[in-house]
């Protein structure tokens, strides 16, 4: 029985020892084929950091005013009898928008008119009689005085039916019709907004230290998502003389050219002043850029020799300081020259020393003025 168990024993042994030789041998083959295989290497889409000149540009935000904008009221009470426009309606200057009932006043002037004419006559008479000396000057003076008193009161029922019969006090476009037919209106009542749409006021602030490159003049763009991928075009036409004590930003009002009328009065809108100096910039493309709290930075593809003395591109991993950005491109203040060659895709899944292969088929198309499709 013993030996039986002795010869059990010493198979079990045999048969752990096969299988741990056997294991052993396989993850040591493993280990060497690992150790003599090559890294596999990344598929990249790259592109040069190239010096580009830009024009100098300073964004702000502004909103949208009129060059003229009122809303026309009633200066006098009285009753609506006729509506002689639209409500949006464009008008010119002095075209009738409201008469009020002057039926009172026009009688009223056919009588003030009546004693003018007597006036009239009476110191026309006088001016006769006084040239030859029949009536006193006393009585030529009274006489005067009536016709310029009459003349007067006719004058001022004529001035009451003008302010009754309101009209267009410049070219514009009206807004919405605030009254009715027969309406009794006050002093002050309004009938409807007027306002010149073309050109327009767009005012913005900067702040202090661009005071100096502004001047009157300078060329002003204004977008708006009111009417995308339309730029508008203007020019500064005056610079506040003081600077706001609260922001340190002085404000800029340009004028700025809305023949197409699609910027309203109260719209916000995106300004960028050109200055005429431009600027020298190294540009990469945005999506290069591996943002991070601790800093950005891109990955830079450098040329080594393998240990066959292959050429072989590597990552290295490149702290950088970004400027201003425009359309697809962001450039570059410090840590790149021009010529250096970047990683633009994917750069978040990338480490320091990871081989790569450059294929940019299907890189994307970078752009200082995109146009994506409306999706």
């Known amino acids: 029985m013993l030996k039986k168990l002795l010869i059990t024993g010493v198979a079990i042994l045999a048969i752990i020892g096969f299988i741990g030789g056997t294991k052993y041998w396989q993850i040591a083959t493993m280990i060497a084929a690992g150790a003599a295989q090559k890294p596999l290497a990344e598929t990249v889409t790259a592109a040069g950091a190239v010096e580009q000149t830009w024009p100098n540009l300073i964004s702000a935000t502004g909103s949208v005013a009129a060059v003229q904008g009122v809303t026309v009221a009633s200066e006098l009470p009285g009753q609506v009898s006729k509506i002689a426009f639209e409500a949006g309606a464009k008008v010119n200057e002095g075209d009738l928008l409201v008469q009020l009932d002057t039926s009172l006043e026009e009688a009223q002037l056919r009588a003030a008119e009546a004693s003018a004419d007597l006036a009239k006559a009476n110191a026309d008479r006088a001016h006769d009689l006084i040239a030859k000396s029949t009536i006193s000057q006393s009585d030529f003076d009274a006489t005067t005085a009536q016709f310029k008193q009459a003349t007067a009161a006719a004058d001022q029922i004529r001035a009451t039916i003008a302010k009754k019969t309101i009209r267009a006090p410049f070219t514009g476009r009206l807004g919405l019709r605030l009254v009715n037919l027969g309406q009794i209106l006050k002093a002050g009542d309004s009938i409807a907004a007027l306002q010149t749409l073309d050109p327009v006021y767009v005012d913005f602030s900067l702040p202090q230290q661009q005071l100096s490159a502004l001047h009157t003049g300078v060329k002003v763009l204004v977008t708006t998502d009111a009417a995308p991928g339309k730029v508008f075009e203007g020019k500064v036409n005056a610079i506040s003389p003081e600077v706001d004590q609260a922001t340190r930003n002085i404000r800029v009002q340009s004028t700025v050219s809305n023949d197409s009328e699609l910027l309203r009065a109260g719209m916000f809108a995106n300004v960028e002043v050109e200055l005429p100096t431009a600027q020298q910039v190294l540009v990469i493309p945005a999506t290069a850029v591996l943002y991070a ?10 040329e080594k020799k393998d240990a066959d003395g292959k050429p072989i591109k590597v990552l290295r ?59």
């Open 293 to 302: 709290p601790y800093g950005d930075s891109v990955f830079v593809i450098d």
């Open 317 to 375: 991993q490149q702290f950088i300081r970004t400027g201003p950005a425009r359309g697809d491109f962001v450039s570059v203040t410090n840590g790149l020259k021009p010529g250096d060659q970047i990683v633009t895709t994917g750069v978040f899944k990338l480490r320091p020393g990871t081989m790569v292969l450059i294929d940019n088929t299907y890189a994307p198309d970078a752009k200082l003025d995109p146009k994506p499709d409306n999706t």
